[in-house]
């Protein structure tokens, strides 16, 4: 079985993709980094799609929307491709062209998330989180799961704990994963946040004897990335501090932090981040930045039923302090995802069934 998978050169949906090919060792996969002439050439391929995505379309028509939109070296890695059993993309952008090679290769097609303006109603399968379903009625294409597909599993953490504790020598203390987000128009970690961070790590660390390994994002504001940099890098109790584009000697300093950590605390801004530490089997805390008052966001509702089955335990900056005691010191093991498991097991039931 072939899997081609289709790229808009975005981590988080690269990822996604990722966690689901990994778990079918048993196919053949390549991935294609989809380019576009110009983005309103990719917002006119999703609008027809949009109307005529339903309805049979000549192969000669196919070549030249194709053609026409994508650049010449994406258009020709595609149609260099020949042949293929399932295409599979995440986000909206990398939709209309799912679409469109699933007719030209006569592929089940297959989509993470929900695509704008699309759609799900045109493809094989689509794979949705919690936020994103809508209406009582399920539809038989559609896959449900609580967050997004990732490549994170207790298993293949477990399986890299001990070779980097010996490869950073590490001792055997309480260590602290902060993974820390960026901006979005809901919330977003200001320079007061960071400080009230920083105080917090270095008095849990002391208190506690605790490692803090940190990793900021690509949408970590500058001004909080460097605070955080100048305050925890520095310090013998903080093992790690990982900044997207710096070189490391780590090969994935980001999952490195997901398996030596015992208890991981993510800004909730980044619902994929929380999905991925929401896979790892460790405690998780969501940390929330977001004033109390303000509408929530959908990602929210997740949360919500996240803590409600002892996946995740959400709170503010003023409660983080003992919420880490409690996560370090309690015996209940914690409830992994398992939304990568759900999704593979909806593409090999596509495929049984024709």
């Known amino acids: 079985m072939k899997v081609i998978i289709l790229s808009d050169n975005k ?3 690269y990822k996604q993709s990722l966690g689901i090919v990994e778990k079918l060792p048993e196919c053949q996969t390549e991935w294609l980094e989809v380019a576009f002439r110009q983005k309103w050439r990719d917002n006119l391929s999703r609008l027809f799609m949009c109307i005529f995505g339903g309805m049979p379309l000549p192969t000669s028509l196919v070549h030249t929307l194709l053609r026409w939109s994508l650049t010449s070296e994406s258009y020709r890695a595609l149609i260099d491709l020949q042949t293929a059993d399932i295409i599979l993309s995440t986000g909206s952008s990398v939709a ?3 679409l469109l090679l ?3 290769f006569s592929a089940k097609t297959v989509t993470c998330r929900r695509p704008s303006p699309l759609g799900v109603r045109n493809f094989d399968l689509a794979i949705l989180p919690m936020f994103s379903w809508h209406g009582k009625r399920h539809k038989q294409n559609v896959c449900q799961t609580v967050g997004v597909p990732n490549p994170i599993s207790p298993d293949m953490l477990n399986a890299k704990r001990k070779r980097l504790r010996q490869a950073l020598n590490l001792h055997n203390r309480p260590r602290i994963g902060l993974l820390i987000g960026g901006a979005d128009p809901h919330e977003t970690i200001t320079i007061a946040d960071a400080e009230q961070l920083s105080e917090m790590c270095a008095a849990v660390a002391t208190e506690m004897d605790a490692q803090i390994l940190v990793t900021t994002s690509r949408r970590t504001p500058p001004d909080v990335a460097e605070h955080l940099a100048s305050t925890l890098k520095n310090n013998a109790w903080c093992r790690l501090f990982i900044e997207p584009n710096t070189p490391s000697e ?4 980001y999952q490195a932090i997901l398996a030596l950590s015992d208890l991981l605390i993510v800004t909730a801004d980044s619902f ?5 530490a929401a896979s790892s089997g460790h405690p998780v805390i969501v940390l929330t930045l977001s004033d ?7 990602r929210y509702t997740v949360y919500q039923y996240m803590e409600q089955h002892a996946i995740v335990n959400r709170c503010g900056l003023d409660g983080l302090k003992q919420e880490i005691v409690d996560g370090l010191t309690s015996r209940e093991p914690s409830t992994p995802l ?3 498991e759900t999704a593979v097991h909806a593409i090999r039931c596509l495929m049984e069934n024709g």
């Open 11 to 13: 981590p988080g949906h």
């Open 96 to 98: 209309a062209v799912n």
């Open 102 to 104: 699933g007719r030209l």
């Open 250 to 253: 780590l090969k994935d300093p």
């Open 272 to 276: 994929s981040m929380v999905c991925e």
């Open 292 to 298: 109390e008052n303000v509408r929530k966001p959908k």
């Open 338 to 340: 398992q939304d990568t």
